[in-house]
């Protein structure tokens, strides 16, 4: 087969990524390595109870203790207004984020802040943190969301009415909020069906589990300006977050991106930033702030835990004529989880005329939910993606062919709204059905199971700046923290629009004050839209360098053109000139009107949604319930692969994290409410002993939105990983597991009742 | 206005519910973007903030995140606004 020769010199290969020596070496700074002079240690007192009044705090006694620098409470931030503000999925209160940093009337889960002080050693920090003395009144506390639903379940909020539901309830509940969306008729749709399926699911709310904790240092002038030095996913939203809680002008505070240890979405919030300046502003020195792996665990956002019940019919042939999803998701201590996310990408990937989701955002005493890798999609996933593969069976249909035939495509009507605009689902399950692997003859106790998943991807605003050196070297500075290999894509596409070589461009992140505003690193949006962001100013500066160019031969500027990283006479009746390099033009930079360089916002739309099919193989071990993953094979719709290695890193985190999800990640709590594996050692994520070679097909069905055809791949690929391995172990031990983990106390549950009737 | 062209605009249940008494379905003439929120501005006063800072846009089903002023519509385009998108 001949190869199709790529028309780039750079978009699509891997080069050695900027950031690798300085990580090896230990030279990358994160967000725990600053320092400044002075610099105090900052310590947080944290609730030992899941739910508590607040009667009292009494923090004298830490006051007095030599070395103690400040102490603060909750009532050291000024107070906000109770009001939803922002878009409907995103939506935040500053009443609740103010009160998850610091709690103020009520503590709502084990390892909510209290207190914090600032000390000029660890030691003392964490002794004056125990001469804190904290009055509480325990109170009555629920974790399980379908128990937090229950008409006696203890309150959280004795004021919270669900949002959403017409006419209002009179009743307070835990329930704040209900969403339904629907399309054609749900009724009629089942009504057409000659085999429907329907069942109920549960799911575990998982951390992220980034391995660095949150860290930051944060200093306070006299003058009332601030600066910050934090490892987040987006440092201009931390900045607006800080001075919002803190109460500060956003030109008064200037924050400095780190590298970053994971986040993963975890990380699209603050929890220290905001008490760091304040003990900074109480202090007058600079404070450090930074957790530990318990803190990370009982104290930040894990993703939702949910209940579902989902219901699919279909003809004999295989068409799918409808699907209902309920979709009950833990918030955590605040309103806010990712349901609506998940009612609108259950059952994206096909063309179903008649859909119902309806879904519930419920308050429990957990950390608050964070965005977590396609927030809200894999949870639902799991639960239509397993339906799904019953309903195949009871058809008959190979599972890959039976989700082909159902396949959305250009035109199809989602259940958000518009009708779809791009193809790739399609291309993901081909890819799949080609693969060898996939007929592959298994052994005993080995089961196969396929699923695939949907992801919105995000776009939005991004700002780059690029600047030309007099030697023809490039900067290109984003505001988009590096977590996924950015700053290789980003100069990647600098090279390949200059038509420079790769390792002429160094891509940086700059801080809030040198780079225009840019949304965070999420939702798998830098490489599309940062990258259009890059892409601008590169442009701007080929019309700058061209114009040099003229001068410097003294045309006009029409008569030069850009090619292959030169200026060049546009035509031969231009005159005899000998083409002009980036780095000739450069080192005349002074003569032909100074320093060359640009910035360029986007407000980027047009992003294509992702898709991905995965197959996953098992083999179930009859005597502990162990399912052993033997061979994972990814296919996800990357538009066009910037940077092919970081692509194929992305698939196969995203698959080793929903690998987790699927079979060991969980939360356990004594009957206080006490988390009691808050560490790596008992709350499981995978490591590389557990784990395959994770086998990536990078399908492409360019983006025509983007000037490379770019489609974000940070998200999707965790999406269908959790149904695909329950569908492997199905098909393996004939059980069919409808809760998360499938751990193997489970498994073994499963197994002893084997003969009790499945599937 | 001169270049302006009929679209066709749609709001989800819930927006319609709280801004715009219950009525989902629009026909607008427009160029661009900006020209639709300022027409259903001017039937509805107010929704204009409404829309820009709590939608997304979607144009013939292309997502348009930020709701860009200038993103044009063409004659018979269908205009989405829906709740804006998160992401990990």
Redesign the interface.
């Known amino acids: 087969m001949n190869e199709i020769k790529s028309p780039y010199k750079f978009v699509g290969t891997a080069p050695i990524r900027p950031d690798g020596v300085p990580k090896v070496t230990g030279v990358a700074k994160f967000g725990n390595d600053f320092t400044l002079p002075g610099t105090l240690h900052g310590k947080i007192l944290r609730s030992p109870h899941a739910h508590a009044l607040i009667k009292s705090i009494d923090t004298s006694k830490a006051e007095a203790l030599p070395g103690v620098k400040a102490v603060m409470t909750a009532a050291d931030f000024p107070d906000q207004n109770f009001a939803y ?6 939506q935040v209160n500053f009443w609740h984020i103010t009160r998850n940093i610091m709690a103020r009337e009520k503590v709502l889960y084990d390892g909510h802040a209290v207190a914090a002080v600032a000390a000029t050693s660890a030691a003392i920090a964490a002794e004056a943190i125990s001469l804190i003395e904290v009055d509480y009144e325990v109170l009555p506390h629920v974790i399980d969301v379908d128990e937090a639903m229950a008409e006696d379940a203890p309150l959280l909020f004795e004021d919270m009415i669900t949002r ?1 539901v ?1 006419p209002a309830p009179t009743k307070p509940s835990n329930v704040a909020r209900n ?2 969306f ?1 399309i054609g008729d749900i009724d009629a749709g089942f009504a057409e069906a000659d085999e429907i399926v329907e069942g109920e699911y549960k799911t575990k709310p998982v951390h ?1 589990g980034y391995i660095e904790p949150h860290a930051c240092l944060a200093r306070y002038d006299p003058d009332g300006q601030g600066e910050l030095w934090s490892a987040s996913q987006g440092h201009f939203v931390v900045r607006n977050l800080t001075a919002k809680i803190v109460g500060m002008k956003l030109g008064n505070l200037k924050v400095n991106p780190a590298e970053i240890g994971g986040g ?3 990380k ?1 919030v603050v929890y220290l930033e905001p008490v760091a300046m304040v003990l900074s502003k109480k202090a007058g020195a600079p404070v450090r702030l930074a957790m530990g792996r318990d803190e990370v665990f009982r104290a930040t956002g894990p993703t939702s835990g949910a209940s579902m019940w989902v219901k699919v019919g279909a003809k004999k042939d295989g068409t799918i004529t409808a699907a209902q999803g309920v979709f009950k998701f833990q918030s955590g201590a605040f309103p806010g989880s ?1 349901v ?2 998940a009612c609108m990408c259950a059952f994206a990937p096909y063309d179903i005329p008649n859909q119902r989701a309806e879904g519930f955002d419920v308050v429990s005493n957990r950390p608050k939910a964070a ?5 809200g999609s894999p949870i639902s996933n799991f639960a239509a993606e397993s339906t799904l593969d019953i309903l195949a069976k009871k058809i008959g249909m190979d599972p890959l062919e039976f989700r082909q035939k159902n396949a959305a495509h ?2 199809t009507q989602t259940i ?7 193809e790739g689902y399609s291309e993901t399950v081909d890819a799949i059905l080609e693969h060898p692997g996939y007929k592959a003859e298994l052994g005993p106790n080995q089961g196969r199971g396929v699923a695939s998943g949907y ?7 991004s700002g780059a700046t690029v600047y030309v050196n007099a030697d023809g070297t490039v900067v290109v500075a984003t505001g988009s923290p590096d977590i996924g290999g950015s700053r290789a894509s980003m100069a990647i596409m600098a090279a390949e629009t200059l038509g420079i070589e790769y390792d002429q461009v160094r891509a940086t992140v700059n801080d809030t004050t040198s780079v225009p505003y840019t949304h965070v690193t ?4 830098v490489t599309y839209a940062s990258g259009m962001a890059v892409i601008g100013a590169c442009e701007k500066v080929i019309e700058d360098l061209r114009a040099r160019a003229a001068i410097i031969w003294d045309v006009d500027v029409d008569a030069v053109v850009w090619e292959d990283g030169h200026a060049r006479p546009a035509s031969s009746n231009v005159g005899d000139f000998d083409p002009l390099s980036l780095a000739d033009i450069a080192a005349k930079a002074a003569a032909t009107g100074g320093p060359i360089g640009t910035s360029n916002s986007v ?5 294509a949604p992702g898709f991905c099919t995965q197959f996953v193989d098992v083999e179930v071990d009859p005597d502990t319930g162990k399912v052993t993953i033997l061979r994972a094979v990814c296919a996800q719709d990357a538009g066009r692969a910037i940077h092919k290695g970081y692509v194929e890193g992305q698939m196969q985190g995203g698959v080793v994290q929903g690998i987790g999800w699927a079979l060991n990640e969980e939360y356990i709590y004594d009957d206080k409410g006490r988390l009691s594996n808050a560490g790596f050692l008992d709350y499981r994520v995978p490591v590389a002993s557990d784990l395959p070679f994770i086998e990536t097909i990078v399908v492409e069905v360019p983006n025509p ?1 983007h000037p490379f055809g770019v489609k974000g791949v ?2 999707v690929n965790i999406c269908p990983t959790m149904a695909a391995i329950g569908n492997a172990i199905a098909n393996a031990v004939g059980r069919r597991m409808d809760s998360l983990p499938m751990s193997p106390p489970k498994l073994l549950e499963a197994l002893d009742h084997r003969d009790g009737g499945e599937l | 206005m001169e270049g302006d062209v009929t679209v066709r605009v ?1 709001f ?3 927006l319609s ?1 709280l801004y715009t008494d219950g009525k989902k379905e629009f026909e607008i003439q427009a160029r661009n973007l900006r020209g639709v929120i300022k027409a259903l501005d001017a039937q509805y006063p107010g929704l204009a903030e409404h829309l820009e ?6 144009i ?9 002023y200038v ?1 044009p519509v063409r004659e018979g385009s ?1 205009v ?1 606004f ?7």
Not at chain 1, 371 to 375: D, E, H, K, L, V
Not at chain 1, 603 to 607: H, V, Y
Request: net charge negative; charged share 20%.
């Open positions: 503000v922002g878009p409907a999925r995103v959403g017409e969403v339904v629907e992220q993963f979405g975890g699209t990712p609506m996310n965005a977590y890798r396609a927030p250009i035109g958000a709204g518009p009708k779809l605009a791009h992801w919105f991807n995000g776009a939005g605003e999420g939702g798998s949006r407000a980027a739309g047009g992003q939105n940070g998200e | 749609v989800t249940d819930g519910h800072e709590e939608t997304t846009v979607a013939d089903g292309e997502i348009h995140e930020s709701g860009n993103q269908e989405f829906i709740p804006k998108l998160e992401g990990g």
